[in-house]
Every structure is written in C-alpha cells, then in structure tokens.
C-alpha cells in the first residue's frame, strides 16, 4: 500500500499524534490535510513531550518529508513559532523538510479577533479562539488570502482590504475594534520572509509521490462527528474532518487512497459545546478525565469524558470507509470494576442501533456492562500479554464496529503500543 489515511473516528483527540508518529516510522511522506491551529497533537518520545499545532506528526521523524496542504488555515505567526519551538529542542533537521502549500489559506488577526468575540456571546460553539471558522468564512466566500499571496505583498495589501471591508461591521457589532490595514500588514511584512521560502504547489508533491511508489500518510485533524458536513451540525469544525477530506484537501483523487484507518479512544471525549450522549457528569467522569489526562492540547480546558459509543463508531466506519481501528488510551480504563458500553439509544421512534446524529441530544443511550480489569497494561506488547478482560472489551469493539483493530495503545509513550499491522502492508 502507498497511501493511507489517519482520521479521528469520535470527536477528535483521539490520540492522533502518538499514532501518526508511529506509523511515519514507516513513511516517506506524512500530509496534513484540513484544519488548523485549532487541532493540537501531542508526541511523547522518552520523557519529551512536545504539541504541534499545524506541522504534521511526523516532524520528529528525519527521514520524513512533512506537508501542510491546501485544505488548511494557516496561521504564519504560529507556524514560524512552532518552527523556532522544533530549532530550539534541536529537531530543526526535521523541520527542514517542510513544504507549504501556496493555496492554503492564511489565519490572520482580525480572524482570531472575530472568532474570540463570538466566543463571548449566546451563540457560543466552544472553539478554540484561533480564528479557523472564520479563516473559512472568507475561503468560502472568496476573499480569503493564499500563502501565495505573501510573495506579493502590494497585491496581499490589496486583498486584507477587501477582506477587512466585510469583516468590520461584524467586529463593530460584536464589540470590538476591527484592525487597521496597515496593522495587519505589519505583522504580514515581519512573517513573510520566513513563510514564503517553505510554500510550494504541495499537490503535485504529493501525486509525484504516490505515483513514484512512496509511502505517503494523510494526517487528519479532528474527527468524523466534528466533520462540517457528517458531524453533529451546528457544532462542528469547519473543515471536512473526514477521510473524503484528503482528497479534496490535498489535491489527489480518491482512486489514489489504498487504505483509511481510525482512531478510537476506549472510551470517548468531546471538547466545546454540543451533543455528547454517553457523557459522564460524575465522579467517574473525573475519574476518566484525570487518569487520561484529558485537557486541550490547545487551550488546556478539560474534555468532557464518557463511555465508548458503539452506534457512533459504526456510523464513523461508514463514512470513512475505515479499513482498521487503533485503539488508543486503553489503560486508561484499568481499575473499574466494570467498564459500560453504548449499544443502542432509545429516540423518539423506537430503539436503534444506529447513531441520532441529527437528534443526540434528546436520544438515551442504552448500555451494556463488561468486567473491568486491575492488571496494569504498560508492559503489553501483544493481545495475549493483556487481561482477559481486556482483550474481550477490544473484540467486542471489532465485532460491533465490524472493523479489525490494527493497533493498541496502552500508555503515551511511543513504545507503550501494541502495533498488530503495518498500516502500509494492508
């Protein structure tokens, strides 16, 4: 297999940055392919433990070429400081692989101004504040500003004009002061020497690989219930957090894609605002939140934490068409007496064991109880040097997901994983 796809299968923070960083192990080329910003993965190698917000997971990986592509909002300022981060922990070998597509989009700051005041009213969605949503806003509206714009700064000029035109009477209306063109080109100015030598047409990269046999891995960003079109709208990202995402987000045509794995927590999270049936607002949730050490990579603010929802899972191997499942943050569940699992919700029609993706919040969740395990699971590095326990909860995840696991994590460090596949030999 040449290419594959990594995507979160819940509503992101997954564990896709372990994951990623362990499968680049055997890639030529990893490519992140939507989102921004707003989409923190964690890599713990050794005692080092290091968030990268926009450079792919694969960073730390030197023989790695690293890719941000067109699908993505950019924010230059905190791309260059996650550069100079890399420089400064001795991995800017690493980093020199970097290529920057041209099309993608540039977060700049009257983005992050009008995501933040939004923030601030009734309407809420619980975003990072990194001004992604709206750095879409403007794509889609077509007066957004290529990275390719940062090579011609008169015509950039030009274009953050136009933008901020639209955009003041909102800032006004919402209470605050929009900028000034010349402040926003300040900051342009100061970036663009850095951003400008890292851009490139990344899509032809990308094909050129695939085609040249290369073992390329799309990195996904936040997960399939967050997707902008498959996820639990209005509270959702805006990026197509799904495996079709690569496609359109890179530049490849899905005949390219030979295999799509996703991340599955052994329980679920969710940050921000909306729907989250099987969530726990108790001591157990806590419980979960602290031994998972379940805060944003990005804004630090605790996830929400519940049980593992069957229904969801299979509506997020639907519509990925997922090959296989890893399987992360098992370890987390050790020491319960007994770990629950949704099965099926209870709606206004009936039962189903399908997902209510347009109805969760009024759904019930119908759940089943498995035996717990005490056994600590660090040392496992096969299925069978698991609990008994264990290994029935992971093949009652096969079984009703209907899709093989691929991969267990049992601890955040890099070699705390039992890896059952090579993502790349199928």
Not at 14 to 37: C, L, N, Q, S
Not at 191 to 205: F, G, W
């Amino acid at each position: 297999m040449t290419a594959v796809v990594v995507v979160g299968a819940q509503w992101g923070d997954e564990g896709k940055g372990k994951i990623v960083d362990i499968f680049t192990e055997h890639a030529d080329m990893v490519v992140r392919y939507g989102g921004g910003p707003n989409a923190g993965h964690t890599l713990v190698v050794g005692d080092e433990k290091l968030v990268v917000r926009l450079i792919p997971s694969g960073i730390l990986r030197t023989q790695t070429a690293c890719v941000l592509a067109q699908g993505m909002a950019i924010d230059p300022t905190s791309l260059v400081t996650e550069l100079d981060e890399l420089a400064r922990r001795g991995l800017a070998r690493g980093a020199a692989s970097l290529s920057v597509s041209d099309r993608a989009h540039a977060i700049l700051p009257y983005h992050v101004l009008v995501d933040g005041l939004r923030e601030l009213g009734p309407d809420a969605l619980g975003t990072t504040k990194r001004g992604v949503g709206p750095c879409y806003e403007d794509k889609i509206a077509r007066r957004g500003i290529p990275l390719g714009a940062f090579r011609d700064l008169a015509k950039c000029e030009e274009l953050v004009g136009r933008a901020l035109a639209c955009w003041e009477p909102t800032i006004r209306a919402l209470g605050g002061a929009p900028p000034s063109v010349a402040e926003v080109m300040d900051r342009v100015r100061a970036i663009a020497p850095r951003v400008v030598p890292l851009l490139a047409e990344t899509s032809r990269l990308v094909e050129r690989a695939v085609r040249d046999g290369k073992r390329v891995l799309f990195e996904g960003a936040q997960g399939t219930l967050l997707d902008i079109d498959h996820g639990t709208y209005p509270f959702v990202t805006s990026s197509h957090a799904t495996a079709g995402g690569a496609c359109t987000g890179v530049g490849v045509g899905p005949s390219r894609i030979d295999s799509v794995i996703g991340l599955v927590k052994a329980y679920c999270t969710r940050v921000g605002g909306g729907p989250f049936p099987t969530e726990l607002s108790d001591d157990l949730g806590e419980r979960l939140r602290k031994r998972g050490d379940e805060y944003g990579s990005v804004t630090g603010r605790p996830r929400r934490t519940g049980w593992l929802d069957l229904p969801a899972l299979r509506y997020a191997v639907r519509i990925n068409g997922l090959d296989g499942l890893a399987l992360t943050k098992l370890d987390v569940l050790t020491g319960l007496d007994e770990v629950k699992i949704c099965v099926g919700y209870r709606t206004a029609g009936g039962t189903t064991d399908e997902f209510p993706i347009d109805d969760a919040v009024r759904a019930t969740p119908i759940y089943e109880a498995m035996p717990g395990w005490k056994e600590d699971l660090a040392s496992a590095r096969t299925m069978a040097a698991l609990p008994e326990a264990a290994q029935r909860y992971v093949q009652r995840i096969e079984r009703d997901a209907g899709c093989p696991v691929v991969l267990v994590s049992v601890g955040s460090r890099r070699d705390e994983t039992i890896a059952l596949r090579d993502p790349f030999e199928g």
